[in-house]
C-alpha cells in the first residue's frame, strides 16, 4: 500500500520503540527511593516514558485501523478493546500483533492506568513485569509492523522505510 498515512503510523511505532527501551533504562537505573527532588524525578521520569511509550503504540494502531477502514473501538473499554482487536485476525485481516506482543502491549495499557491514576501509590517493585513487556515491545514493535504490512500488501516489502 502506497497510503501515504503508513508514515505516521511508522513514526509512532518508532516513538512507542524509543519511549518503552527509555523507559526500561530508567527503571534500571532506579533512584525511586526517598522524598527528595531526585527520587520524584526518577519515578515521574519513568512513569511518564511508560505511559508515553503506550500512548503512541495506540496511536499507530488505531491509525492502521483507519487506513484498513476499520472503526477504533469506542466506550469506555476502548484501550482494552483495540490491544484485544489488534492482536487477533478478523474476517478481513491477520493480527496487526502477535500474541506475544499483544499480551505485552496489554501489558503496558495495565501499567498506564494505573500510573495516570495513582501517581502516589506508585512502587517500583510491582512494576517489574510491565517493564519487562516494555523491554520486549521496543525490540518488536518496528518488526511486527513491517511483518503486518507485508502480509496484507507484499509489495510493500520493497517501500522505504521512515
Same mark, same amino acid.
Given at each position: 500500500?502506497?497510503?501515504?498515512?503508513?508514515?505516521?503510523?511508522?513514526?509512532?511505532?518508532?516513538?512507542?520503540?524509543?519511549?518503552?527501551?527509555?523507559?526500561?533504562?530508567?527503571?534500571?537505573?532506579?533512584?525511586?527511593?526517598?522524598?527528595?527532588?531526585?527520587?520524584? $524525578?526518577?519515578?515521574?521520569?519513568?512513569?511518564? /516514558?511508560?505511559?508515553?511509550? !503506550? +500512548?503512541? &503504540?495506540?496511536?499507530?494502531?488505531? *491509525?492502521?485501523? $483507519?487506513?484498513?477502514?476499520?472503526?477504533?473501538? /469506542?466506550?469506555?473499554?476502548? !484501550? +482494552?478493546? &483495540?490491544?484485544?482487536?489488534?492482536? *487477533?485476525?478478523?474476517?478481513?485481516?491477520?493480527?496487526?500483533?502477535?500474541?506475544?506482543?499483544?499480551?505485552?502491549?496489554?501489558?503496558?495499557?495495565?501499567?498506564?492506568?494505573?500510573?495516570?491514576?495513582?501517581?502516589?501509590?506508585?512502587?517500583?517493585?510491582?512494576?517489574?513485569?510491565?517493564?519487562?513487556?516494555?523491554?520486549?515491545?521496543?525490540?518488536?514493535?518496528?518488526?511486527?509492523?513491517?511483518?503486518?504490512?507485508?502480509?496484507?500488501?507484499?509489495?510493500?516489502?520493497?517501500?522505504?522505510?521512515?
Amino acid at each position: 500500500m502506497s497510503d501515504a498515512r503508513w508514515i505516521e503510523v511508522e513514526i509512532d511505532f518508532q516513538t512507542a520503540s524509543e519511549h518503552f527501551h527509555k523507559a526500561a533504562q530508567l527503571y534500571k537505573a532506579g533512584g525511586f527511593e526517598g522524598d527528595d527532588l531526585e527520587s520524584y $524525578k526518577s519515578g515521574m521520569a519513568f512513569m511518564h /516514558a511508560m505511559q508515553s511509550g !503506550h +500512548t503512541s &503504540l495506540e496511536s499507530g494502531l488505531v *491509525r492502521i485501523l $483507519k487506513i484498513l477502514g476499520e472503526e477504533a473501538p /469506542a466506550g469506555g473499554e476502548w !484501550h +482494552t478493546d &483495540l490491544i484485544r482487536r489488534v492482536s *487477533r485476525p478478523t474476517d478481513g485481516r491477520p493480527a496487526v500483533l502477535t500474541k506475544g506482543a499483544g499480551e505485552d502491549a496489554d501489558e503496558t495499557r495495565r501499567f498506564r492506568n494505573i500510573a495516570t491514576r495513582n501517581y502516589n501509590n506508585f512502587r517500583p517493585d510491582e512494576a517489574k513485569k510491565s517493564v519487562n513487556a516494555a523491554a520486549r515491545l521496543a525490540g518488536c514493535l518496528i518488526v511486527e509492523l513491517k511483518i503486518f504490512r507485508a502480509t496484507i500488501d507484499p509489495a510493500t516489502t520493497n517501500e522505504p522505510s521512515v
